[in-house]
């Protein structure tokens, strides 16, 4: 079957990786996206779309963006939002992580939201529940919707995402623990840009090219080539054994400054996924015109709002039906 990953209930789909999605369900998802910031669903108003779901949030490692962005998506569509707070549940007290998707599912939640430090967290979930999963981040393996949003600020900034095909998208900084580096580098190689992942070894992944990307380990090199330049901060929290490079060699070789940003093009942009490091991988003040920063975390919400839609819209279907509809 082609399509977000099938689930054990007919109608209820996952996202949990960029490769659950075909081309025709990418280019859906924009559509809707599109839609909705046009209803100003985005930012002022609300619907009732989604108003018999229910979806739940479980996050096992912080946030800040996509906690409240997939919060305020599923309350902009209607759907009633049900948080763990992980730290407080009997989580604490040893249950395990499918006995607490099985009490999420038991309550009556359609979806379930989770960010996990382990990879393939929510493909398990998937596995074990009738729940439509959302991977919010897996450890350093993907994070499916932070790449989405990425993919629409792109394309409302070069005008269709067919004009993404001629660009040229580095992305700089700790690309080994980065699993937005791996989602984005995924999605863009589907629309013809030319990925560069820039950064210093230790940070770097063994086989660029299994990523659709080529790779540097200078910034200067490629600096003045590039229509965006995507910063990372360095994935403290999942680095084991420490770097070899000390942040004064990473900075003086890797921070977008001011003599860097001179050299950028001039209608190149800046992008950066949040939490900003500044005084790290960022020293520059930029102009409001060539950086995507907060329209990426704007975006981040229409873009959630579109997988909501596209997965529980769908899921209340095939309950009414009993049959699946999804897919291309
Ligand atoms: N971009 C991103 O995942 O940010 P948070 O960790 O704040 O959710």
């Not at 897996?138 to 949003?149: F, I, M, R, V």
């Not at 600020?153 to 998208?169: C, D, P, T, Y």
């Not at 070789?253 to 860097?260: E, N």
């Given at each position: ?35 909705y ?52 549940s ?26 996990h430090?382990?990879?393939g ?22 994070h ?66 299994a ?51 001179l050299r ?40 959630r ?24």
């Amino acid at each position: 079957m082609t399509g977000l990953t099938s689930n054990p209930v007919p109608g209820r789909r996952s996202l949990t990786q960029i490769s659950d999605l075909s081309d025709s369900e990418i280019v859906d998802l924009l559509g809707r996206a599109e839609i909705y910031r046009k209803q100003e669903l985005g930012t002022r108003r609300f619907s009732d779309e989604l108003k018999d779901s229910v979806v739940a949030t479980l996050f096992f490692e912080g946030s800040t963006r996509t906690r409240l962005s997939f919060t305020l998506a599923a309350e902009r569509l209607g759907a009633r939002v049900i948080d763990l707070a992980v730290s407080a549940s009997s989580v604490s007290k040893g249950e395990s992580l499918k006995d607490t998707c099985d009490t999420v599912s038991a309550l009556g939640a359609d979806a379930v939201v989770v960010r996990h430090p382990n990879e393939g967290a929510p493909l398990q979930i998937a596995s074990w529940t009738s729940l439509a999963v959302v991977n919010a981040g897996d450890g350093c393996h993907e994070h499916p919707t932070q790449a989405l949003g990425d993919l629409f600020s792109l394309s409302s900034a070069f005008e269709g995402v067919g004009n993404l095909a001629a660009k040229k998208i580095a992305i700089v900084g700790d690309i080994l623990h980065s699993r937005v580096a791996r989602s984005l580098s995924a999605l863009l190689g589907r629309f013809g840009s030319k990925v560069v992942l820039v950064g210093p070894p230790d940070m770097m992944v063994d086989r660029p090219s299994a990523l659709g990307a080529e790779f540097s380990f200078d910034l200067d090199e490629v600096v003045g080539e590039v229509d965006v330049l995507y910063l990372l901060r360095i994935q403290r929290e999942r680095i084991q054994g420490g770097y070899h490079s000390s942040i004064d060699s990473y900075t003086r070789r890797f921070q977008l400054d001011q003599k860097r940003y001179l050299r950028m093009a001039p209608k190149s942009i800046v992008m950066h996924p949040g939490p900003v490091n500044r005084g790290v991988e960022l020293a520059v003040k930029l102009p409001e015109e060539r950086s995507l920063i907060s329209e990426q975390v704007r975006n981040g919400v229409l873009m959630r709002m579109a997988v909501f839609s596209k997965i529980l819209a769908t899921a209340s279907d095939d309950r009414r039906s009993q049959r699946g509809v999804f897919g291309d």
